[in-house]
């Protein structure tokens, strides 16, 4: 006999009460014709005689149980018919007043071990033991207990809120201090024929020291602390004991320059031979560009240049050599052409021709002399720092954009695509005016300005 008190009581307010046809109602809710009759004959389930059920709140006896049912049986069902209720939003009377009006809700709202403890506070205010909780939840008794003392005492609040998790072991600060302990020694004080660290080193070497951890640990902790692993890429490093002396002079210097002032960045392009040269190339489908190994040179070029940082201005010519010549030409030519400014400084790397005693002794005599109206003064650069060289990142522009990937019949076709390719970037400047200290050409890979973490000289391009 169906035994639901709830679909019991439903079913005769639809027949008695709303006038609904027997038939429908019967068909509507999946029951027969004579558990119909017996609905509309009694107010609520009849029993089995003599038997007693024991229903927590209005959850009544299981369905089709015989006299024959064990208790484990009709507990099943009971806790069923309770699903069943809770799933189809159904009232149901609990035996405890609960102070969360909203706990039902939850049940549809939470998920997993929240909508676990939902059950267990509905169903032990519905009479359902710890035991039968345990069992159809499959939940230690113990957990069962907790929950319900956690409500008892605080509530949904206590019953809802989240644990802290254990800190994770990337975090842990014994477990860091070890780590970057090893990281900073080398890996021959652990045995390690190596002068840089592999993952599995680090973790073979932890495990000994007490401390183990998977590779995702660590990988976790060095992200954390900003470390990369990177490869490591060859780079210039001026050994200049006065390198903070000379980069303050020239930052006052160009603090300081006056309107009538010219500061120029001097330097050699070259030598580099005339022949066919490797670099990206446009290939159609299939092809693969290449370029001989071995190849007659069809001459070479030295380019010395001078680069006017304020009107961002190239004067160049093309030398046989790098000497002290060659410098003592450039001096002589930017005097003809900026003649009339007050005073050109002229800044170049610590080649040894560029700090001669006979270029020294050109500047002092030019100085010196009574009609001299422009005068001369050097800005030598730190030794090794070629990197603050501005004038390096015209080179690399250049570079990219009429040497690589050409190949060009003689130095004098060489030559004009040089001469061009300046005379295109001083018109550019002359109507579009710019300082030197930010990007100045479309094809300059690096920003030419004065600055000690710049690398002007881009070692892809030269």
Aim: proline share 4%; charged share 25%; net charge positive.
């Amino acid at each position: 006999m169906y035994s639901n008190l709830v679909q019991w009581k439903r079913i005769r307010k639809r027949v008695i009460v709303l006038g609904q046809s027997k038939r429908s109602t019967a068909r509507k809710e999946g029951i027969s014709r004579k558990t119909r009759r017996k609905m509309l004959d009694h107010e609520s389930p009849p029993g089995y005689g003599s038997v007693k059920l024991s229903t927590p709140g209005n959850v009544v006896a299981p369905v089709e149980l015989t006299r024959t049912s064990t208790k484990s049986e009709r507990v099943r069902q009971l806790w069923m018919d309770f699903l069943y209720n809770l799933e189809r939003g159904e009232r149901i009377e609990l035996h405890q007043k609960l102070d969360d009006e909203h706990l039902c809700f939850l049940l549809s709202a939470l998920g997993g071990k929240y909508r676990r403890r939902s059950l267990v506070i509905l169903a032990n205010s519905c009479g359902f033991t710890v035991r039968s909780i345990s069992i159809n939840l499959g939940v230690d008794r113990k957990t069962v207990r907790a929950y319900i003392e956690l409500f008892s005492k605080g509530g949904s609040q206590s019953l809802f809120r989240r644990e802290r998790r254990s800190p994770r072991k990337a975090d842990d600060e014994s477990f860091k201090t070890a780590l970057f302990a090893l990281l900073h020694e080398p890996p021959s004080l652990s045995g390690f024929n190596r002068t840089t660290w592999r993952m599995a080193d680090l973790r073979a070497t932890l495990q000994q020291r007490g401390h183990p951890a998977c590779a995702s640990v660590i990988r976790e902790a060095i992200r954390k602390a900003g470390y990369r692993w990177r490869s490591a890429k060859i780079v210039l490093t001026s050994n200049d004991p006065d390198y903070r002396e000379k980069l303050d002079r020239v930052h006052s210097i160009l603090r300081g320059l006056r309107e009538n002032d010219r500061f120029f960045s001097i330097d050699e392009f070259g030598p580099f031979a005339i022949k066919a040269k490797p670099g990206r190339v446009l290939a159609e489908p299939g092809s693969n560009p290449s370029v001989p190994q071995w190849q007659k040179s069809k001459g070479w070029l030295i380019v010395t240049a001078a680069l006017e940082l304020s009107t961002n201005q190239i004067t160049h010519f093309y030398s046989r050599s790098k000497n002290t010549a060659e410098m003592i030409r450039m001096a002589e030519t930017l005097l003809q052409e900026y003649n009339g400014a007050n005073m050109l400084y002229l800044s170049w790397d610590a080649a040894s021709w560029h700090m001669s005693k006979a270029l020294y002794k050109f500047v002092e005599n030019h100085n010196t002399c009574t009609s001299t109206v422009t005068k001369l003064e050097l800005v030598p650069l730190p030794a090794s720092a070629q990197f603050l060289n501005v004038i390096e990142s015209v080179f690399s522009g250049m570079a990219r954009s009429i040497i690589h990937s050409s190949d060009y019949s003689s130095t004098r076709a060489a030559s004009d695509a040089i001469d061009r390719y300046f005379a295109e970037r001083n018109s550019y400047f002359r109507s579009n005016p710019k300082k030197a200290g930010k990007k100045i050409w479309g094809d300059e890979r690096t920003i030419p300005s004065f600055d000690p973490a710049n690398n002007c000289k881009d070692p892809s391009f030269r």
